[in-house]
């Protein structure tokens, strides 16, 4: 407890110093200053806010650069200006002593190193708030990076993220008019802390783009050395090259340009076929290896597309590309989720004119992936919440568009990127691929109505018990009998229905086959149809004369 106070102090004292004494009144923290500073005037919020911010985080370090460079990545939690401003933020730290790093090693393995590894190199490479980097040799001659974290870091992140909610709270109280919830953005940094702190997490992603990637002639993954990894201790292959970095400061056109290419392709296969992508693929990130093959590093940030997701990010890219500003809106209202106060008709207005500023100028000239990141913002300004893998999707690709124009100035991302999506737009449109989707939305809806009657029982037995107060005369209660009777039979049909569809779309490569489909599917599909014009023409009917079954109970 005397830490965490001290700490806190330590918190609202560089706040105060970085000129954030404002808020630091406002939240009732000045009882943490020293008594002259509590004497000072309270001022007003600065115009800066966003660059002392960034300060205060360098000069805490750890938990709060984490918190910042997480921010940077997030403007669905914080406005673009801060998220812009907190990419400068930088993590590094003085190393251990290696007898410190030795002894977590060993530690981990449950042995002496020397088990494990001939050779680990003293100097670290590398030194963060969570680990530090070793190079070492396997006993098998391998070279190969060992990640070592740091003995307190997790101690350490626990205790500041609990500071971090003492002022979230603080600041929810005080400052009610705000997009999110001060606390909300702790809550998502608390859950992205905990898989940066679990190296097994960051090994089994880093395994499954090697596993992907291991017979590729242009990208290398390191390999992970499941016997030497733990949750706090992480060894994967050394990557023998040059940084990206190192080659940008003299770059070479032909060489650059095929690299462009080769990023851009990592890039595409990653977010289209592997269905996870790196989300922070920048210079730093990148190695230059013989053969011109490029190492991907860094796998701390990844995002997930589902099915469904890779489906709507095609489906934005075509509106893009045929300046459909209607489809595009609708993609992004189908994915998010909008608020309650949430105004769909100005949404609609500003992604048109996001499309119509960008089409005034040059095709070729037209950065997609910023109007990616444009058409994400806005929905998030239009309190439609998109799901964070689509936030990092447009992250993603403004770095990698970055990181390729920076190699290859004329780079046409665009145009490099368009059969591609043709290629998939194709492939989605194929009967099999339709009726594979159609048959997975069938059988949701099958299952959502297979549970409507349990509910509806439910929902009947609340009503015996008097837990629902209905209001009813006796005709209203036979009309109830009639429609439930009447849906009833529709839901059956319903379920016929989906049923057909499922095992047509299952059977579809099943000899005997008419062309290039199954009999069977032919022939449920037809059933399927015919009962559907069945139900139809019974929806389409109720409540109009002839065909109003409570017609003849109103006249008696």
Request: contains cysteine.
């Amino acid at each position: 407890m005397t830490n965490s106070i001290k700490r806190a102090t330590h918190v609202v004292n560089v706040l105060f110093k970085h000129g954030l004494g404002y808020f630091v009144h406002e939240l009732g923290l000045k009882w943490h200053l020293p008594f002259f500073s509590k004497l000072a005037p309270q001022g007003r919020p600065p115009t800066d806010l966003p660059v002392r911010l960034r300060k205060a985080m360098e000069e805490l370090g750890g938990a709060y650069v984490k918190l910042g460079q997480f921010l940077a990545l997030r403007p669905d939690l914080l406005p673009a200006a801060y998220c812009l401003e907190f990419q400068k933020l930088l993590d590094t730290v003085p190393p251990l002593p290696f007898k410190d790093i030795q002894a977590i090693i060993e530690k981990n393995l449950k042995a002496p190193a020397h088990h494990f590894f001939s050779h680990i190199e003293p100097k670290a490479i590398g030194s963060a708030s969570i680990a530090q980097v070793h190079r070492a040799k396997l006993k098998n001659g391998k070279n190969v990076v060992l990640k070592v974290q740091r003995p307190d870091a997790k101690e350490q992140f626990d205790a500041d993220i609990q500071i971090m909610y003492y002022l979230a709270h603080k600041l929810d109280k005080r400052f009610r008019d705000k997009p999110v919830s001060p606390v909300t953005v702790v809550k998502e940094f608390e859950r992205y802390t905990a898989q940066e702190l679990n190296f097994v997490i960051e090994a089994r992603t880093i395994d499954r783009f090697h596993q992907f990637f291991k017979n590729s002639t242009s990208v290398v993954i390191p390999r992970v050395y499941w016997q030497s990894t733990t949750t706090q201790l992480l060894t994967m292959d050394w990557l023998d090259g040059t940084k990206l970095t190192a080659l940008l400061k003299n770059p070479d056109h032909t060489r650059a340009s095929l690299l462009a290419r080769r990023i851009a392709d990592a890039t595409f296969d990653q977010v289209l076929k592997l269905g996870v992508f790196h989300a922070d693929m920048h210079p730093g990130n990148i190695m230059v290896m013989p053969g011109n093959k490029i190492g991907l590093l860094d796998f701390g940030i990844v995002g997930n597309l589902n099915e469904e997701l890779l489906r709507e990010t095609v489906a934005i890219y075509a509106g893009l590309i045929s300046k459909d500003a209607n489809a595009i809106t609708n993609v992004l209202l189908k994915v998010g989720t909008p608020a309650p106060d949430a105004n769909i008709d100005d949404l609609r207005l500003d992604v048109e004119h996001i499309v119509n500023e960008w089409y005034g100028t040059d095709l070729g000239q037209t950065r997609v992936t910023q109007m990616f990141q444009s058409l994400f913002e806005t929905s998030i300004e239009h309190k439609v919440m998109l799901p964070v893998s689509f936030i990092l999707l447009g992250k993603a690709f403004v770095t990698v568009e970055g990181t390729c124009l920076a190699l290859d100035p004329d780079f046409n991302f665009i145009a490099y990127s368009q059969p591609r999506i043709e290629k998939l737009i194709r492939q989605q449109a194929k009967p099999t691929v339709v009726l594979k989707h159609f048959g997975k939305i069938s059988k949701q809806y099958a299952d959502m109505l297979a549970t409507f009657p349990a509910q509806a029982a439910a929902i009947a037995e609340r009503v015996k018990r008097g837990s629902i107060d209905l209001n009813l005369k006796e005709t209203d209660v036979k009309h109830l009998g009639m429609d439930l009777n009447r849906s009833s039979n529709r839901l059956s049909y319903s379920l016929i229905i989906a049923a057909l569809l499922l095992t047509g779309a299952m059977l579809i490569d099943v000899p005997p086959k008419l062309g290039a489909y199954s009999v069977f599917t032919i022939l449920g599909i037809g059933i399927a149809v015919c009962l559907l014009m069945v139900l139809l023409v019974s929806v389409w009917r109720e409540g109009t004369e002839p065909f109003d079954p409570h017609r003849d109970m109103r006249q008696r």
